[in-house]
């Protein structure tokens, strides 16, 4: 029994969390916050407004006052709240600021310079980087990767290599990239504006070859580095010759592949890198500005803006259904009624934004047919399986829909994520069976996740799915994907999180789908998830994990406690039959003393993952609803 105050405290508090997401509802019933990035992709922005001609010195004043606001101690800008300086984004944030006037006498530019320095510069910055700094003439070309576009047309079996063998934000990246590194076009500035002295030592004296030891070391990263090494020596040598017999057929395929992608609303790939390079490509291949291939990226880029009176910053993408499908699944489970008019709102635009044409993913599955959902308001050729899963929950546990339409909805979503599972029994996020990891040793991706193999986070999603649908863990895809998630535990209890941070959110989503399609929980890998969690509690109560536990493990489920991070273990323990006990009312106490005023909590911190290690998110309504699901799952146990 618990205490009447505590009682009351969660009444009360459930009420003001769930008066606060209705009311941030939108009259067409979905929600969406900021999905807020790192500086890079504003410095980025600022960058690209420059290549295209496009400068607006009223917007460039107010990102400089943003990128000046995010600038840290030391001097470097980071990629996630509290984290270290990171070189890249402390060049581009440099550069972008000199671009817009600011004086590399200014002490902000002091300080960045002083950082590149220690940290090595431009040479030791990641290839996109460098590829930006060459469209300036402030790096060579030939310091950067090869990627000849002439892979446009290498068959789809081929073993070592081809568009359909990277992740789908990779794909969208690339391509148009290969007409950007194949024309290689440099926009020279004006002497004053170059970054000359960023560099530790002259560039003429600086050597732009590709480290060969891999960082951590394995003999077989050795081999697959140094393999990549050479073939991207061989390429460069590839495309000093004037005369490539294939080079025209294959920028006709890149141009084709992207005319195709561009025609659709929302923006190619629906993120920032690919709509920018996706400008950049257009114009090279002679449209002009004002042609609407290149105007609608422009529109979408411009739509991704977070502006008020004296900042402005950009997003990556917006995330309006996977904000609308969590808001709706925590409204549920605080204990709203199933039928309540938000929650049939919600759930028809939902409905609404189902994907039925074909994309990217049907060349690995070509018999199954399209029902996902995407992430973003429109990205039709590339749904992804962990908004398809929280969306067809969402519909499941609403009630009051129009029947056939509901019904034929959840039965073409059910459809394709079982058509996407992986031959090794897990999903991914966009694509099935993208796990050819040897080519994250290619020099061009150094930044570790060009492909998109089964995650942990996104099979206990596929499972909790099939149970809240009725299905049982002796069904054959159920089986699978326990077959993988026992063989991807980690050994001392946790599932890593890909898609968000970091174990805490890997072992919140894997123990959910483990209780709803009826795993015995007294297993004792269960169990050793749950001591886990509880082993990582923080002394007041709450739960914390830093983004640089994907560099290092032993800092794994540590870090300052935060509102949604201590929701997922509360999840977590609650889905492993933890509904009381000390570890679970310490964290409700925090909870409820993190509460603010209006209802709503708040993360300090960064709680999403794009790309583990070096590009990080924060989903600012995280702290909105999985604190609510968290306090509403908790009263449904003590009742």
Known sequence: MLPSALVTGLREAIERARA??????????????????????????????????????????????????????????????????????????????????????????????????????????????????????????????AMPVEVMLLPRPFFLFNIYEVSYWSRTVIVPLLIVMDRKPVKWLPPHLGLDEIWPEPREQTSLRFPRMPEPFSWRKLFWKNFFIAVDDGLKIWERFTTRP????AVEAARAWLEERLAVPGGLGGIYPAMANSILAMRLLGYPDDHPLVMGQIKEIEALAVEDDDEIHYQPCPSPVWDTALAVNGLVE?????????????????????????????????????????????????????????????????????????????????????????????????????????????????????TDPSTEDLTGRGLELLGTLGYGKDFEPAQRALHFLRHTQRHDGPWEGRWGVNY?????????????????????????????????????????????SYDDPEVAGIGESTPSQTAWALLALFAAGRASGPAVERGIEYLLRAQRPDGSWEDRFWN??????????????????????????YRSAQA
């Open 20 to 145: 606060w997401l209705l009311a941030h509802q939108a009259a067409d019933g979905h929600w969406v916050g900021e999905l807020e990035a790192n500086t890079t992709i504003t410095s980025e922005s600022l960058l690209l407004c420059h290549l295209i001609d496009r400068v607006d010195r009223r917007k460039e004043a107010k990102a400089v006052r943003y990128l000046r606001r995010r600038q840290i101690a030391d001097g470097g800008f980071n990629l996630f709240e509290g984290g270290p300086a990171n070189l890249s984004a402390t060049i581009k944030a440099y550069f972008a600021m000199k671009l817009a006037g600011v004086s590399p006498d200014d002490p902000a530019l002091v300080a960045a310079r002083q950082r590149i320095h220690e940290m090595g510069g431009p040479v030791k910055a990641d290839v996109f980087t460098k590829i930006l700094l060459a469209l300036f003439g402030e790096y060579d070309w030939n310091g950067v990767p």
């Open 246 to 249: 294939l080079r025209k057929r």
């Open 334 to 450: 605080s204990g709203l009624e199933p039928d309540h008019p938000a929650l049939r709102r919600a759930s028809e635009w939902l409905i609404e934004r189902q994907v039925l044409v074909t994309g990217d993913w049907q060349v690995k599955r070509p018999h199954v047919q399209p029902g996902g959902w995407a992430f973003q308001y429109r990205n039709d050729f590339y749904p992804d399986l962990d908004d398809t899963a929280m969306v067809l929950m969402a519909l499941e546990k609403v009630r009051g829909l129009g029947g056939e339409a509901a019904q034929a909805a959840k039965e073409r979503g059910l459809g394709w994520l079982l058509g996407m599972q992986g031959e090794d029994g897990g999903w991914a996020s966009f694509d099935a069976d993208n796990n050819r990891l040897y080519l994250n040793n290619i020099p061009f991706a150094d930044h570790g996740a060009l």
């Open 504 to 548: 805490v959110y890997g072992t919140w989503s894997v123990l959910r789908g483990l209780a709803a399609i009826g795993e015995d929980l007294r297993h004792e890998y269960v169990q050793r998830a749950v001591r886990w969690i509880e082993r990582h509690q923080n002394k007041d109560g709450g739960w914390g994990e830093t983004c640089e």
């Open 608 to 633: 999403g993952t794009g790309f583990p290690r070096v590009f990080f998110l924060k989903y600012h309504l995280y702290a909105k609803y999985f604190p609510l699901w968290a306090l509403g799952v």
